[in-house]
C-alpha cells in the first residue's frame, strides 16, 4: 500500500532536484560521474542539508542489520538515495539497484540522475517505494 511522502523527504526531493538543475546549467553534459557528484554534493551542503558521499548504508535482512554491501552516490539527510550517472544510455539495472536499495534499506525516497542528456529534466528519475 502506497503512503504519501513526509514533508521532510518532499523538501529534501525538491531540494536535490533543483540542485542537479543549477549543476547540469552551469556545467552542461559530458564530464565524470565524479565531478557532478562533487557539484551536487557542494550544492546541498551550501543549503545546509546534510548528506554523503559514497555512503555505506546498512541494511536490514532476517532481523538482522548488515553493515556491508550497500553505496549510493549521495545520501541526503538519511533519506534519500541519489546514484548519478553521465552516460548516453541508461542501464535497466541501475533502476533496479535503487529500487533494491529502498526496499532493504527501508527508505521511501530514491533518484536516479543522469547529467550526460541536454536537457536534465530528461535524466531524472524519481523512484518512492
Not at 42 to 70: H, N, V, W
Request: aromatic share 10%.
Amino acid at each position: 500500500m502506497y503512503t504519501t511522502l513526509t514533508e521532510r523527504e518532499e523538501l529534501l526531493g525538491k531540494e536535490i532536484v533543483n540542485a542537479a538543475y543549477k549543476v547540469h546549467r552551469e556545467l552542461g553534459p559530458g564530464l565524470l560521474e565524479k565531478i557532478y557528484e562533487a557539484c551536487l554534493y557542494y550544492e546541498l551542503q551550501k543549503k545546509g542539508i546534510p548528506c554523503k558521499r559514497q555512503a555505506e548504508i546498512p541494511f536490514l535482512y532476517d532481523g538482522q542489520k548488515f553493515d556491508e554491501g550497500l553505496r549510493t552516490d549521495v545520501l541526503v539527510d538519511e533519506l534519500v538515495i541519489c546514484e548519478l550517472k553521465a552516460v548516453e544510455i541508461i542501464n535497466p539495472l541501475w533502476s533496479a539497484q535503487i529500487i533494491s536499495h529502498l526496499k532493504l534499506t527501508k527508505l521511501r525516497l530514491g533518484y536516479l540522475i543522469n547529467f550526460n542528456v541536454p536537457l536534465i529534466k530528461n535524466g531524472i528519475k524519481r523512484y518512492i517505494n
